[in-house]
């Protein structure tokens, strides 16, 4: 499959966009296909990519670029604040579908997958209109990586760690006067303050002016969930953060630091998994956290807190969302195919080595796999050679389809596993790859198959998948019949 992302993000208004998009690319690279991000951003989104394949694109106000790269994507995946509907519907034109990650009904979307990992998104408003499907609730909402398996939480009798976090800008400059009120309340407890953007110039200042206090600068999804884990409270803004408080059952006083987190916070509350809402600009903000940092010195109540954040967020949302797309992809034709990786080495080389298999091909020796694990690399990584592996939507293999390309054609080969064969899949395979193969390669004209006079299924699933009978030739002391695809 080919996914496209597309997201945005800025110094100035956060990364949380691409740290949602990056647990999905990473559901799909856990599955083996590999997304692509396209990032309408500054330089800084780099380091919150973790390694993934990205381009940065000003897509808002240049689409055509991005039309380029994401053109004939099964699924084009769109998290935005600033895209407006036109943008949207453009985009839909040129991929199978559109997902749009959405948190608060923004626009009028047109005909889609919408995903809106929300607490009790379920009973936002949408219109259940022909042509959308909706993906709603917390149970679907993406987030990091290591949050996804989170081990059973200890709730220790005394509050012995205390976590300060409020984003990565601290917009409302509360981490301070927080780390102030703690101290008075908590004098014996270790104070743990994490800013997500501060110079390290400014971190070293406050450790001078606070020596008592543990402070904490650009901490990666693992340290983050490593320090809840630890914490016995954790205070906070009312955003993302908190279904990742919520999935590690951390107790947790959280206050709105932004009109977005409003709704977030009150469905926290009902839930249970916080005590009630504070806001920032109540003028009696800090006595309500205060009170709260009391409540919690009851380990009955803490207990009861992380009990009901765990019933609402079990960290497979991302998992969830890439399963429901792949198992779309597969409604009609019962596969779907992406490109082989490395890991895919002792697959192909199992099936490459069945006997009937090898008795149709070209050279009909058995593979050695020392030679076949230099091939395997060698074609991989070759920009003139599309490799491509079906899968069931249970990620059973299925079979490869595979393209060797010489200037302006390509010669395609293909073999199915012996428990999908005789299921008429071998005629829709060749189908999808070749044109997967022409969307990809556009100086490609034609595709050439060599068939094997007596491979009748082969022979048949050709021909059904549009080639023509193209003559015959010798190849290796042996007749091949050829079939050709033209674009």
């Known amino acids: 499959m080919k996914i496209s992302i597309i997201t945005e993000g800025f110094q100035n208004t956060g990364y949380g966009h691409i740290t949602r998009c990056l647990s999905l690319y990473q559901a799909f690279e856990e599955r083996r296909i590999i997304p692509r991000f396209y990032i309408n951003g500054d330089d800084k989104c780099a380091s919150y990519l973790n390694g993934a394949r990205f381009e940065i694109i000003d897509w808002l106000n240049h689409p055509a670029q991005l039309i380029k790269k994401i053109i004939n994507s099964d699924f084009a995946i769109i998290d935005s604040y600033l895209a407006g509907r036109e943008f949207y519907e453009k985009i839909s034109n040129f991929c199978e579908r559109l997902l749009i990650i959405d948190d608060n009904l923004r626009i009028d979307y047109p005909e889609s997958i919408i995903l809106n990992g929300t607490i009790n998104a379920e009973n936002f408003p949408y219109q259940k209109k022909t042509g959308y499907e909706f993906l709603l609730g917390s149970e679907y909402i993406p987030i990091r990586k290591p949050f996804w398996d989170s081990a059973q939480r200890k709730y220790n009798k005394e509050i012995k760690n205390i ?106 509350s009902k839930s249970g998994f916080l005590i009630e809402p504070i806001f920032y600009n109540e003028i009696n903000c800090m006595k309500k956290i205060a009170e709260q940092l009391q409540k919690f010195k009851s380990i009955g109540l803490r207990k009861k807190c992380g009990s009901a954040g765990r019933k609402k967020v079990d960290g497979q949302g991302s998992r969830r969302v890439v399963s ?164």
């Open 163 to 268: 976590l300060i976090t409020f984003g990565g800008q601290d917009v409302r400059n509360l981490t301070i006067p927080v780390v102030k009120l703690v101290g008075e309340i908590y004098p014996e407890a270790v104070i743990h303050a994490v800013f997500g953007n501060k110079e390290n110039g400014e971190i070293e200042k406050l450790k001078e002016l606070y020596k008592d206090v543990k402070f904490y600068n650009l901490l990666n999804a693992q340290q983050i969930k490593e320090l809840m884990l630890t914490a016995d409270v954790v205070i906070t803004a009312a955003g993302q953060t908190l279904y990742e408080l919520a999935v590690t059952g951390t107790p947790s006083v959280a206050v709105v630091v932004a009109d977005n987190q409003k709704n977030n916070i009150l469905e926290w």
């Open 324 to 487: 429901y797309l792949i198992e779309r992809k597969c409604a009609v034709d019962k596969f779907y195919l992406r490109k082989a990786v490395s890991e895919d080495s002792e697959i192909v080389y199992e099936l490459s080595n069945d006997p009937s298999v090898r008795s149709q091909s070209i050279n009909k020796k058995p593979i050695e796999w020392d030679e076949h694990t230099i091939w395997f690399d060698g074609k991989i990584n070759d920009n003139n050679y599309l490799f491509l592996l079906a899968f069931d939507r249970e990620d059973n293999f299925i079979g490869q389809i595979r393209f060797e390309i010489k200037n302006n054609s390509a010669v395609v080969s293909i073999s199915l596993t012996e428990k999908f064969r005789g299921k008429g899949l071998s005629k829709k395979i060749i189908k999808e790859g070749s044109r997967r193969l022409f969307n990809e390669y556009q100086n490609v004209g034609s595709i050439t198959a060599y068939i094997l006079p007596h491979n009748s299924a082969s022979l048949r699933a050709f021909e059904a998948a549009g080639y023509k009978p193209d003559g015959e030739e010798l190849i290796n002391n042996e007749l091949f019949k050829k079939f050709l695809l033209e674009r």
